[in-house]
Each structure stands twice: as structure tokens, then as C-alpha cells.
């Protein structure tokens, strides 16, 4: 699976937009990026994910790159309860030897102040 | 929310015994995952499992083994474990790759002194 690429930390006024940024440029065709987060030690929480159009959801937007080579969530309206880790991930089909994992890098911690 | 749970919840155990650790969906997926996070770590793959009996190792396999005797229920098992093994662990199922969600359980805590 491709690798990806993620500031270690970022912060964001209560209330403003979080936009996360990610890097994939080994990504292949067909390999999808996702999004997750984490708050504290919980399971991580699935956000979106998409393939090469943007997506949006009720949680956050996920802008993708003509290229595909790079990504940014967008959280349009961050409250204190958005402060976790976040990850992208490239992902391919569960088919050849993929098996669908998911492959975790360090994620960014976003900090969303008062 | 996703039907998967774990258990147990937290574990404390001492170094050389065996531990069984359940993972336990209701959602009939077919791909199920073992995951363990360290402090400052992210999630690393232990094992996974793509079917009934249909098992896999991941990058951090040593020391572990899994079995999946139905659809519902994977097992991870340390036979004999080390402080090392001291993480937390989580279970994850999904109904393929690509472009299908993955649902995580709330882990287990586990202390091997």
C-alpha cells in the first residue's frame, strides 16, 4: 500500500475551519484514501474516504488532487470535541494481497482551541 | 454504531502465561483485523483474516497466533507473554477493501508484569 505523509501537529481556532493536509503520491489507481481519528485511546473513528472525487459527509469534506498525489480533510466548523489524532491512509481492494488493511502511519494531532 | 466487541476490556496478566483475546461482530464481514498501538505509536497489524480459517500474518506477528473457527469470532492468542506485549489492542472488520468502511472496537487494555 502506499504510504502517506502528514504534519505532525496542527491547531485550529473553535469555530473556524481544520483543513489536515496528506501527501500519497506512490498511491496506485486503484487505492482509496481514508480518513480516521482518534480521541484519547478509543477506536479509531472512521470520517470519509473517497477515490478521486471529492467527497463530503455529515462529519467533514475530503478534497483530492487531479493528481491524486495529495489530499486535505476539511472539518468546516472545528469544536473542542474534533481535538484527536487524525489519519490518512491509502487503501486498496480486499482482492490479490491487499486484503483491504489498513496501514497507519503517525497522524496528525490536531489541537482545536477555545 | 458497528456491532463488534471485544474482550476482555482490560486484561493484567503475568509474564509466561497465555492470554485469549476475543474480538466478536455481529455484522457478518468478512475481513477481520488485529491491531496493537504503543504510546506514541500509531496502530500496527498483527493479524489478520479473510475468511473462516483464513488467516494471516501482519508486520507485528512474533510471539502471537490468531484462529478464526466462524465468521464472528477472531482470536488473537500470546501463548506465552512478555512485558513487551504490554499494549492496547484493537479488533477491526470490514466487508472488503477499497471502498468499503472499517469499524474498530473500543480495545483492550492489556498489562503483562
Known amino acids: 500500500d502506499a504510504k502517506t505523509t502528514q504534519p505532525p501537529s496542527m491547531d485550529c481556532a473553535e469555530g473556524r475551519a481544520a483543513n489536515l493536509p496528506c501527501n500519497h503520491s506512490t498511491i496506485s489507481g486503484n487505492e482509496y484514501v481514508y480518513w480516521y481519528r482518534q480521541i484519547h485511546s478509543q477506536g479509531p473513528q472512521y470520517i470519509i474516504h473517497?477515490?478521486?472525487n471529492n467527497e463530503t459527509n455529515e462529519m467533514a469534506s475530503l478534497i483530492i488532487t487531479e493528481d491524486r498525489k495529495s489530499s486535505t480533510l476539511i472539518l468546516p466548523h472545528a469544536t473542542l470535541r474534533d481535538t484527536a489524532v487524525y489519519y490518512c491512509i491509502v487503501r486498496g481492494w480486499a482482492g490479490g494481497t491487499s486484503y483491504g488493511k489498513l496501514t497507519f502511519g503517525q497522524g496528525t494531532i490536531l489541537t482545536v482551541h477555545p | 454504531d458497528a456491532g463488534i466487541t471485544q474482550s476482555p476490556r482490560h486484561k493484567v496478566t503475568e509474564t509466561g502465561t497465555p492470554v485469549t483475546l476475543r474480538c466478536h461482530q455481529t455484522?457478518?464481514?468478512?475481513?477481520m483485523y488485529w491491531y496493537r498501538q504503543d504510546p506514541g505509536h500509531g496502530l500496527r497489524l498483527i493479524h489478520y483474516s479473510y475468511g473462516v480459517k483464513d488467516t494471516d500474518k501482519g508486520e507485528v506477528s512474533d510471539g502471537y497466533s490468531v484462529s478464526r473457527s466462524k465468521t464472528e469470532d477472531f482470536l488473537l492468542t500470546l501463548e506465552s507473554a512478555t512485558s513487551s506485549q504490554t499494549s492496547v489492542y484493537f479488533c477491526?472488520?470490514?466487508?472488503?477493501?477499497?471502498?468499503?468502511?472499517?469499524?474498530f472496537g473500543q480495545g483492550t487494555r492489556l498489562t503483562v508484569v
Open positions: 455484522e457478518n464481514h468478512r475481513y
Open positions: 473517497g477515490l478521486k
Open positions: 477491526a472488520i470490514s466487508p472488503g477493501g477499497g471502498n468499503t468502511e472499517a469499524f
